[in-house]
């Protein structure tokens, strides 16, 4: 399966390292693979797995953590919640870039982290675990007896899997303080749990845990003979065979395929109450209401599309015409503001009565331009074909599909 080497800005801003499993064929769904504690997006389970989905028909992102792996950043300055952000930044871009994000997966504390960010990923229908804490602090553990002298000191060196690593002590504050069973209660999404009976790093219980807070649909896989790591092949196997056919009822076969140009496809997202799936053409996008009018603010209002699609024609037309002249244009920004008025505050309106939409417009032109060419510039902006549509005679027609 073709496997693309991509990079995107995870949750602190530094550049995360990432492999994009893509479908030889047709795409069934997208997933996001959240790999092991101190792990990367190259162990066995994390390679296998994803390719394995992509030959199933399922594209499968899987990225390195901050500072771990290719990845930039510290891992001595990241935490369960900073990997929590990092796996909410992964199913953005994936969601921009190739397609929503159908299913999340994650492996041990991966597990974890896919659990507690999947209420932040409304587009997902399905979560999957693999040998998973039920608690993010069960890592604690793993640190062994440099725990103390992590409380003492601040931070200390701790071996992981054979490779040096310096914990802070801001990291076992924050894996006390997650609640995850209350996430997993809240999430109303489809879960899968697999988990080996003999795993010797996280107990079996864990996975009775996590099933117990689970409301359905919920179910259970006993990966018997599996190790925690899922050191072999047939284990990994098992996993994508069982895992593409569970998602089959998540997928979305009627939002497949890409919106022809100048068509915009919108649907009621499977939770939120009034998100919204929005694909024009092959961009994948969320509209929302913010919370104070009752939405989850997953994604811009209605209006604030209305004043992106002036924003943008605006700045655009500039560009082009800028171009077209040869002006020493060097950077336009525009920003934008919506609101109600008085009809009988607006002198050039027609409408008197009532209140009318306005929208306030301010442009910055920097470049060096004298007078006339920057005059010239704000009447360009007017003829911003956006602009002229708002201000048209539009006529909007509908018919039951």
Known sequence: MPSEHVRFPGSQGHELDARF?????????CALFAHCFSCSKETRAASRISRALAQR????????????????????ETNFSTNVA????????????????????GHSLGGAGVLAAAAEIPEAQAVATINAPSDPAHVQHLLGDAVSDIM?????????????????????DDIQQHDLAAKVRDMRKALMIFHAPADATVSIDHAGYIFQAAKHPKSFVSLDGADHMLTRRQDSEFV????????EPYLKPDMEQLPETGQVVVR?????????????????????????????????????????????????TLRMYADRKKLPLEQVT??????????????????????????????????????????????????????RTLESEIRITTQER
Request: hydrophobic share 40%; glycine share 10%.
């Open 21 to 29: 499993d893509r479908p030889s064929g047709p795409f069934r769904g």
């Open 57 to 76: 028909g399922i594209a499968a992102l899987r990225f390195d953590f901050t500072g771990l792996g290719a990845s930039e950043g510290e891992f001595s």
């Open 86 to 105: 990092d796996i909410v930044a992964a199913a953005r871009f994936l969601a921009a870039e190739y397609g929503p994000v159908n299913l999340l997966v």
């Open 152 to 172: 003492h000191t601040g931070e200390a060196p701790v071996d992981l899997a054979g490779r040096p690593f310096v914990i802070q002590k801001q990291f076992l």
């Open 240 to 247: 994508a065979a069982m895992l593409s056919a569970w998602l």
């Open 268 to 316: 009621e997202a499977p939770t939120g109450r009034f998100t919204q799936e929005i694909r024009a053409g092959r961009h994948h996008l969320f509209g929302d209401e913010p919370v104070a009018a009752g939405g989850d603010d997953a994604g811009p209002s209605p209006y604030d599309y209305l004043l992106v699609a002036l924003g943008t024609c605006t700045a655009m």
């Open 334 to 387: 525009v920003e934008l503001t919506h609101d109600k008025i008085h009809a009988k505050d607006c002198e050039e309106c027609e409408t008197r009565k009532g209140r009318i939409d306005h929208i306030g417009r301010k442009i910055s032109i920097k470049g060096d331009l004298d007078d006339a060419q920057r005059a010239r510039m704000f009447e360009i902006a007017d003829m911003c074909p956006v602009h």
